[in-house]
């Protein structure tokens, strides 16, 4: 059974750092495609980064210049570093791993970002 594991979540202050990360136990982690998504309180759940099929990165626009999203395929693991938190990125982070024909979620991670 594959698991995903999320770490690195907690309550920060404003201009605050936090990494995250995506331990998982799939076999040719490579081959997948990692998004990180969130949801906030009473709100849906959106897409924060991910690959484009461009080959480039999409980040949402409200934490383009402060996240980064990066992966260790020889550990398995996925990372989305954030940096310069606000309160308004408050929220459960969700780790997504997929392919053509596989598609995975984490179980989440809580981020409070709050002074």
């Known amino acids: 059974q594959v698991q995903l594991a999320e770490s690195g979540g907690g309550l920060v202050q404003p201009g605050g750092s936090l990494r995250l990360s995506c331990a998982t136990s799939?076999?040719?982690?490579?081959?997948?495609?990692v998004n990180w998504y969130r949801q906030a309180p009473g709100k849906e759940r959106e897409l924060v980064a991910g690959?484009?099929?461009?080959?480039?990165?999409y980040y949402l626009d409200s934490v383009k210049g402060r996240f980064t999203i990066s992966r260790d395929n020889a550990k398995n693991t996925a990372y989305l570093q954030m940096n310069s938190l606000k309160p308004d990125d408050t929220a459960v982070y969700y780790c997504?791993?997929?392919?053509?024909?596989?598609?995975?979620w984490g179980q989440g991670t809580q981020v409070t970002v709050s002074s």
């Open positions: 997504n791993i997929r392919t053509s024909v596989y598609n995975f």
């Open positions: 690959p484009t099929s461009g080959g480039s990165t």
């Open positions: 799939v076999r040719l982690f490579s081959t997948y495609i």
